[in-house]
């Protein structure tokens, strides 16, 4: 990507995500499913796990697109074309950010390549690129799901940004105490108290100033995050990917389900998602990080 092809105007991006949420939700376009949390503490994380309280809406959109796969005789896309009406801005000549339809977090966002890419496809300069411009007006945590594997919803390429905290009064990230007994060897570190295998490198907050320095450096450390944790980037299995501004995360998958509950990206950063109080009952019963390590790779 030749620099001089980033759209987004720095410092816009908090307030128009802000005016179009509002603009989204008096219209009708966002469909913000409702939840409750609590937290679940085991081996010095407190994940926050939210139960959602209302799935029809996302059923019934979903019942929709399938009518209309089989009336076209063509898989729906629901980022080509995206809703109008979802657009948050012009991120640069490849990608745009648009707001998650069905979001469970406030001002959730969804980092899109204009042209059609599988989603298991290998992340490339402009899509780390595109995320650091994004990171710059707008303190998140990034995260990819790369593959139904891995919780993955769609097929086309998508990158996902949520604010920060997660939950207000507790730290930023649930996994954040984990952090500090980061095991190096080089430039890749081990989380000793995750027991699966991942892959953790920290990354240089001062990159939002040039999103293209930022990106060719993610995208090598990418690489080599993918090399440690045991992913051939030719041949690519299911995996998660955390980012933030001072770190990123890989874990490679083995399933996409404990038993009836869903785990992507999130998970890994210590929230997780439940659909009723049996599933939240099932996930207490087993604790988190058990759930977590049956889906990752051991």
């Given at each position: 990507?030749?620099?001089?092809k980033?759209?987004l105007k720095p410092?816009t991006?908090?307030?128009?995500?802000?005016?179009?949420t509002?603009?989204a939700l008096q219209?009708?376009a966002?469909l913000s499913?409702?939840?409750e949390?609590?937290?679940?503490e085991q081996?010095?994380v407190?994940?926050?796990?939210r139960i959602?309280?209302?799935l029809?809406r996302?059923k019934?959109?979903?019942?929709k697109q399938?009518?209309q796969?089989?009336?076209?005789?063509?898989?729906?896309?629901?980022?080509l074309?995206?809703?109008?009406?979802?657009?948050?801005a012009?991120?640069s000549?490849?990608?745009?950010?648009?707001?998650n339809?069905f979001?469970v977090?406030?001002?959730h966002?969804?980092i899109?390549?204009?042209a059609?890419?599988?989603?298991?496809?290998?992340?490339?300069?402009e899509d780390?690129?595109?995320m650091?411009?994004?990171?710059?007006?707008?303190?998140?945590?990034?995260?990819?799901n790369?593959?139904?594997?891995a919780g993955?919803?769609q097929?086309?390429?998508h990158?996902?940004?949520v604010?920060l905290?997660l939950a207000?009064?507790?730290s930023q990230?649930p996994i954040?105490?984990?952090?500090?007994?980061?095991?190096?060897?080089?430039s890749?570190?081990?989380?000793?108290?995750l027991p699966f295998l991942?892959?953790?490198a920290?990354l240089?907050?001062?990159?939002?100033?040039?999103?293209?320095?930022?990106?060719?450096?993610?995208?090598?450390l990418?690489?080599?995050?993918?090399?440690?944790a045991?992913l051939?980037?030719?041949?690519?299995?299911?995996?998660n990917?955390?980012?933030?501004?001072?770190?990123m995360?890989?874990?490679?998958?083995s399933?996409?389900?404990?038993?009836t509950?869903s785990v992507n990206?999130?998970?890994f950063?210590?929230?997780?998602?439940?659909r009723n109080?049996d599933e939240?009952?099932?996930l207490?019963?087993?604790?988190p990080?058990?759930?977590?390590k049956s889906?990752a790779i051991?």
């Open positions: 990507m030749a620099e001089g980033i759209l410092g991006l908090w307030t128009s995500v802000q005016e179009r509002e603009y219209c009708g966002l499913i409702p939840t949390f609590e937290f679940v081996d010095g407190r994940f926050l796990v959602l309280s209302n029809n996302k019934a959109a979903k019942e399938e009518k796969s089989a009336t076209s005789g063509q898989k729906f896309n629901p980022f074309p995206y809703e109008e009406d979802l657009f948050v012009d991120i000549d490849t990608h745009v950010c648009i707001l339809k979001n977090v406030d001002y966002l969804l899109i390549t204009r059609f890419e599988e989603q298991e496809s290998l992340l490339t300069l780390f690129t595109a650091w411009a994004c990171l710059a007006d707008f303190d998140g945590l990034g995260f990819y790369s593959g139904k594997i993955a919803s097929r086309h390429k990158l996902q940004l604010p905290p207000l009064s507790e990230i954040e105490p984990l952090l500090k007994e980061a095991q190096f060897h080089n890749i570190a081990t989380l000793a108290k991942h892959a953790f920290p240089n907050p001062q990159w939002v100033e040039s999103p293209f320095t930022g990106g060719e450096a993610t995208l090598k990418y690489l080599s995050l993918l090399e440690a045991g051939d980037a030719t041949q690519l299995g299911a995996y990917l955390l980012m933030t501004r001072e770190w995360l890989i874990v490679p998958r399933q996409e389900h404990f038993h509950i990206s999130l998970g950063a210590g929230a997780l998602l439940v109080a939240m009952q099932l207490k019963d087993q604790r990080m058990t759930i977590l889906v051991s």
